[in-house]
């Protein structure tokens, strides 16, 4: 048994290198053969081909499967890396559209302050609103110009279409603005087309109403209301709003200033105004001559 598994091994050397010897010639025979340029080689190898190639889809199948796995791999990376770009480019044009809207508010603001018609003798300056103080118990605003801009307190202020209210405290950069609808605020004002006089009086509520009609009769809901420049408080003609009724029957005003969004005001300059010196200036009367001031003064026996 040893003596035969040892022929075995013998002849299984030999063998296996005679093999290997024709395969090498095979393949390099194949190799000429393939290299032979001739059209009659030309239509045995294409013979060839055609009887060989298809009967070996099954063998190729996992080969194109995994060409097309690669392929779809990288067009994967690619999308992703095109989405991420994307999303970096959403990011960027939302902010952009942000800042785009708002310069778009700015500027339909400010062109609404240009729209305003106001007394050719009346000039103006355009301040920023930089915080409102709106409460139940006080109305008012802080914007960005002051005593070094020339404001002075009592003038009038209003957004690109009415009154908003007046400058009641002056610092060197800002000022602060008392709404209408503020408690404190009494503005003379008429009625058009009528004519009646009356006063808007502030009670913290965003449509303040109507006091001292001379003839209620005479005034209807939408009629007109401006500055009447009674007590020189304002100037004439200012637009306020329009005559409203509560559901008590109370006559109000619909400001036709937005106190919603008060972004810019402009300040007129009237040079023409007395001077308010203190905020019961804007309700009371002047003071008394100094004569009359010296005779209450003197004793009886003077």
């Not at 093999?19 to 190799?31: K, Q, S, T, Y």
């Not at 190729?60 to 097309?68: C, Q, S």
């Not at 999308?79 to 559209?97: F, G, P, S, V, Y």
């Not at 637009?239 to 300040?267: K, N, S, T, W």
Request: proline share 6%; hydrophobic share 40%.
């Amino acid at each position: 048994m040893a003596r035969h598994g040892s022929q075995s091994d013998d002849y299984a050397g030999p063998l296996k290198r005679l093999l290997l010897a024709v395969l090498l010639i095979c393949l390099f025979g194949l190799f000429i053969f393939w290299r032979i340029d001739s059209p009659r080689v030309e239509r045995f190898r294409a013979q060839i081909v055609d009887a060989v190639i298809p009967g070996f889809d099954w063998a190729m199948a996992p080969v194109t499967g995994a060409v097309k796995i690669l392929r779809d791999f990288q067009s994967y990376q690619r999308i992703h890396d095109q989405n991420q770009e994307l999303r970096r480019e959403l990011r960027q044009m939302t902010a952009w559209k942000e800042a785009a809207l708002q310069l778009e508010q700015e500027n339909a603001r400010l062109r609404d302050l240009n729209n305003v018609r106001l007394d050719p003798r009346l000039t103006y300056i355009t301040g920023v609103v930089l915080a409102d103080s709106g409460s139940p118990f006080r109305q008012s605003a802080l914007i960005n110009v002051g005593s070094r801009d020339g404001i002075v307190d009592g003038w009038a202020t209003m957004d690109g279409i009415g009154l908003v209210g007046r400058i009641s405290g002056v610092g060197a950069n800002t000022s602060r603005v008392i709404l209408l609808t503020d408690a404190t605020s009494r503005i003379p004002a008429t009625i058009q087309p009528s004519g009646q006089r009356a006063l808007v009086v502030g009670d913290n509520t965003a449509a303040p109403p109507i006091d001292f009609l001379e003839n209620p009769d005479q005034v209807r809901p939408g009629d007109r209301i401006v500055t009447s420049g009674d007590g020189e408080v304002f100037p004439p003609g200012l637009l306020i709003g329009q005559v409203a009724q509560d559901p008590g029957g109370r006559l109000r005003v619909r400001l036709a200033a937005d106190y919603e969004r008060l972004e810019f005001l402009r300040v007129l300059r009237d040079h023409g105004a007395r001077r308010v010196t203190s905020p019961s200036a804007l309700i009371l009367p002047e003071a008394a001559p100094a004569a009359d001031t010296a005779e209450a003064t003197e004793t009886p026996d003077g």
